[in-house]
């Protein structure tokens, strides 16, 4: 349906709606208007069509657009700027959109996320810059934040007071209202060691928090691949889902209760801060942490950057990989691994993913890539293995035994997949063409 149509519906359903309830909202001029369940379709359908059509509304998503455009509309609506639609349909559907831009601009702006992380501590010892994106401590950046406009504020060192209140020293009580907003930001930050500071620019607050809380996860996940696995159970936003410090076992036979045993998991760092932060300084290791840095820009930034598409499936590659290594079934984390291929090749299944890993070793299909005790694997008995005997007869329920072990498959993955992602980061580095959208499969060729 055309925009001038369902505009036409709309019109009509908000002049039939006359039984109030929960589905409305209240114009700029304080006229409250409500919604019928067609009406509320029709807006959804409207906001698509005009979202998807126009490219000064990328800056916002489709959810937040809708809003913007039901509010727009009911202003329109009340100020009886709608009466003549069906005789003046073009202009009006023009002053419209041009409305709408103006609120969807009034909503985007540069904002700063500070996004609450767990590290290996290596901020401890000093700041971890990757262009403009920062890994700080939590005292480092309680120095950094602002606070201003209250009196209350004057003579009170209230940066002094939230690092005293982390540390649970007693400490001098501020004045109303700063008591409360001092205790609302201590909330926010008690459990926080580290913060990620990202600066997105022209975006929704909404959208752009949500863009700032993927750069964040990806900035982690780049520095774990640099370190063992293990580490990506310890580097993680707290807004994510983690796995316990300790568990127990409790077990019972012939009716009598065994003493509980008890494991500490991945969680426990192996590394200590100034290690890690010693290893983050080599010269190999500045490197990588650059090209991560171009491919970190390119996520903030996909209009100024060179390789937007190749350094967002790398970023994408990195999600599946991560999360394949930090999941605890050996059958989910092989197809999330063997995934994080098929998204480097561009969806290039078993061929795609085997001509993509020959283009990166520069090798055959039969050379021999693994060995164990038990045999010798080539390169393409290891992508059938792993992706056509492994994630697509998972997915495809084929392996439906919840007790079959996929231990090995997944061990020899998680090796393969993490060369592969350097690889992709070394070529991507190196490279001088065009954005291609065949992903990683043909990069080294066109390099």
């Known amino acids: 349906m055309k925009i001038k149509d369902l505009l036409s ?25 409500g919604f019928t369940p067609k009406a509320i379709s029709l807006f959804y359908h409207l906001s698509e069509t005009i979202h998807v059509n126009e490219p000064n509304f990328k800056t916002i998503e489709l959810e937040n657009f809708i809003k913007i455009v039901k509010q727009c509309t009911i202003d329109f609506y009340t100020e009886n700027k709608l009466i003549d639609y069906e005789t003046n349909n073009i202009n009006i559907i023009q002053e419209l959109k041009q409305y709408i831009k103006d609120t969807v601009e009034n ?33 480092k950046w309680i120095d950094t934040i602002n606070l201003t406009g209250r009196k209350c504020f004057d003579n009170f060192n209230w940066k002094k007071y939230l690092k005293d209140s982390l540390n649970k020293v007693p400490t001098e009580t501020p004045k109303e209202p700063c008591d409360w907003m001092l205790e609302s930001i201590f909330n926010a930050i008690e459990k926080t060691p580290a913060m990620i500071k990202i600066t997105i620019k022209n975006l929704e607050k909404d959208y752009s928090y949500k863009l700032a809380n993927l750069i964040a996860k990806t900035t982690l996940d780049s520095i774990s691949l640099l370190f063992n696995k293990d580490v990506f159970y310890q580097q993680i936003l707290l807004s994510e889902r983690i796995i316990p410090v300790m568990t127990h076992g409790i077990i019972e ?15 426990i760092p192996i590394i200590s801060p100034k290690k890690a932060y010693e290893e983050l300084q080599k010269d ?18 996909p209009e100024e950057a060179k390789y937007p598409k190749l350094s967002s499936r790398w970023a994408t590659a990195l999600d599946w990989y991560a999360e394949g290594i930090r999941e605890q079934s050996d059958a989910i984390a092989l197809t999330k691994i063997a995934t994080s291929l098929d998204v480097l090749s561009n969806g290039g ?28 694997t080539s390169l393409k008995e290891f992508v059938k293995e792993i992706y056509d005997s492994g994630r697509s007869q998972i997915l495809h329920g084929t392996h439906y035994e919840r007790l079959k072990s996929f231990k090995r498959q997944r061990e020899q993955a998680s090796i393969i997949a993490r060369s592969a992602l350097f690889g992709c980061l070394f ?20 390099a």
């Open 349 to 376: 299944k078993y061929k795609g993913i085997l001509n993509m890993l020959k283009s990166i070793y520069d090798i055959s299909e039969d050379d021999i890539i693994l060995k164990d005790i038990k045999k010798e």
């Open 253 to 267: 036979t012939n009716g009598n209760l065994w003493l509980p045993s008890s494991s500490l998991s991945s969680r």
């Open 284 to 301: 190999d290791n500045k490197k990588i942490i650059q090209a991560i840095s171009d491919v970190l820009f390119a996520l903030k930034n």
């Open 107 to 139: 909503h985007t702006t540069t904002y700063t996320h500070y996004i609450p992380v767990h590290t290996l501590g290596f901020e401890k010892i000093a700041t971890l810059e990757l262009d403009d994106i920062s890994i700080m401590s939590i005292d």
């Open 427 to 446: 070529l991507l580095n190196n490279y001088t063409g065009e954005d291609v959208g065949s992903g990683f499969r043909e990069l080294q060729k066109k």
């Open 9 to 33: 519906e709309i019109i009509f359903e908000l002049g039939n709606y006359n039984n109030f309830g929960f589905n409305f909202m209240t114009s700029k001029n304080g006229i409250q208007c």
